[in-house]
């Protein structure tokens, strides 16, 4: 199954979501508009919405996700690679660190990532 797209705000969302579900949509609504700045309306709406689209449920007013934040972070990764980098690691790592310093110890952890990936031990 493909994981839905969630756009931006939505995400902010869930990250509250995922952070304190199962939760009330009352509960929910108060945490939006404290760290959000929502009004009830807008919460509701994207609960319906990311509902809809198989994001989460909301059984007997208790909202809980259908898929995980590592699911949607990669589904966002793939989205950004395909149309930004036409799926080229190398492209999007000669970017990223044209922009961004890295530490050594950045440099250490990626090519420790490296080292595992080629023994098979992703």
């Not at 939505?10 to 508009?33: G, M, Q, T």
């Not at 700045?37 to 990311?50: D, E, F």
Request: glycine residues 2%.
């Amino acid at each position: 199954m493909e994981t839905p797209k969630v756009f931006e705000s939505e995400y902010r969302f869930c990250l509250i979501l995922w952070e304190h579900e199962p939760i009330k949509s009352s509960e929910l609504v108060a945490l939006c508009k404290e760290r959000l700045g929502w009004k009830p309306t807008t919460t509701y709406t994207v609960i319906k919405r990311l509902s809809d689209r198989g994001v989460l449920k909301n059984e007997n007013t208790i909202v809980s996700a259908l898929v995980t934040k590592d699911e949607v972070q990669a589904a966002q990764i793939d989205e950004m690679m395909e149309k930004t980098f036409e799926n080229s690691l190398p492209a999007f790592i000669a970017a990223f660190t044209k922009h961004q310093k890295m530490s050594e110890k950045d440099i250490d952890a990626v090519q420790e990532l490296i080292d595992r990936y080629r023994k098979g031990e992703q």
